[in-house]
């Protein structure tokens, strides 16, 4: 489950890996977290983490790896820099050659049937959250691609578009784009500038799809006119940047950052949902809503007959998933038994850090007694 580091305790456990500012890893997914872990952690400006939860169960999901996702990252990351190096661009070292193979590797796992799983951008430091969610906002939206029948060669401009659609943020001020508070409209219109600050460092490179430079261009253009750099409207966006630009938008306000907290993502799907005709055209959202879900395997929720519990597996109707209760019942959203049952809300960061407490309270006592029994023995 995710857990926001504010609510973390010493004895918790990780179930996913932390990465640092060079995508090195700082914690291996199952490390017991101490006080100086934590502080470690709240220091490399990390916002939440993966713990094991209350309730075991067991997840049946074939999932893209953090390993081919934190490679995809370091390959962005390095190409990026190389792009903003005037010497590795006139001798020809920014072509896109690892770019697209790393864009390959990701459509080939999601034809085979693998799913994404969270997001890469909450588990690592705030210095490279813009090369996490670029691979986020890639997976996101290549199984959007999958799910309109893109061919491959499409799929992969897409995918190398979407991968790079934030590139112009290396040139925009770190401290406007850290920023806690409110911007002003002059760090605002900086920020505008990143799709046309990216598009710049692309169009030049042999090769370069005009496809994936409209991707990094018009990523934040919107249905209704309201978007930039150049307030595109209706079907004067293509397709394949409207796609990026809902995956960009889902997976922004999915994740923890310095200036907001995230939303959950039932919030998030229905904000998504609701922006069709509106913010993006029916088409991309409705194909993009077919590709996540709103409780995801591992949110802790509570029912609306009080009992609290994890999602354990997905049904075709979304808002109606398979939930393992805290007493260990499995409770079937979907069955007719259970019509009147739905889930009133996620858990929030108090009850989990209470749940998970308890835990590794118990975890504890459980080694502790083991240990006395031998010593004894």
């Known amino acids: 489950m995710r857990l926001s580091t504010s609510f973390l305790m010493p004895g918790m456990k990780l179930s996913r890996p932390i990465f640092g500012l060079n995508g090195e890893l700082l914690l291996r997914a199952g490390a017991v977290l101490t006080a100086r872990n934590i502080m470690s952690l709240r220091r490399n400006g990390v916002l939440a983490v993966e713990i ?8 049946d999901r074939d999932v893209i790896t953090d390993e081919v996702r934190r490679n995809m990252m370091g390959v962005v990351r390095e190409w990026t820099f190389k792009r903003c190096d005037e010497v590795a661009v006139k001798t020809g070292k920014t072509e896109l050659v690892e770019i697209t193979k790393s864009v390959e590797v990701i459509v080939e796992e999601i034809l085979s049937g693998k799913e994404v799983a969270g997001s890469l951008a909450e588990i690592c430091s705030c210095d490279i959250y813009t090369y996490a969610h670029s691979v986020d906002v890639c997976i996101l939206s290549l199984m959007v691609g999958v799910k309109l029948g893109y061919p491959k060669p499409k799929l992969l401009r897409l995918g190398v578009g979407s991968l790079l659609h934030d590139i112009g943020k290396v040139k925009v001020p770190a401290e406007i784009l850290n920023k806690p508070g409110e911007l002003t409209p002059n760090e605002f219109a900086e ?7 990216g598009r710049q460092m692309f169009v030049n490179i042999r090769n370069a799809s005009s496809q994936s430079a409209a991707i990094i261009l018009n990523h934040h253009e919107r249905y209704d006119g309201s978007g930039y750099p150049r307030s595109l409207k209706g079907d004067k966006i293509d397709e394949m940047s409207a796609i990026c630009g809902v995956a960009d938008v889902y997976n922004a ?9 995230a939303l959950p993502p039932h919030e998030a799907y229905e904000m998504i949902m609701a922006s069709g005709g509106f913010m993006f055209n029916f088409k991309v959202v409705n194909a993009f809503l077919e590709c996540v879900t709103p409780y995801p395997v591992g949110s802790m929720v509570r029912l609306s007959n009080g009992l609290a519990g994890v999602v354990c597996k997905l049904n075709v109707a979304p808002f109606r998933p398979v939930v393992k209760t805290v007493e260990g019942e499995e409770i079937d959203l979907l069955d007719r038994a259970n019509i009147s049952v739905v889930i009133a809300d996620v858990m929030h960061p108090e009850e989990l850090r209470n749940l998970a407490s308890k835990e590794t309270d118990t975890i504890n006592a459980a080694a502790h007694g083991k240990k006395t029994v031998q010593a004894r023995g």
């Not at 920020?191 to 600050?197: A, G, T």
């Open 191 to 197: 920020i505008k500038k990143h799709p046309e600050y």
């Open 253 to 261: 306000i999915t994740t923890d950052r310095v200036y907001r907290k």
């Open 52 to 59: 094991n939860g209350p309730i075991s169960f067991e997840g």
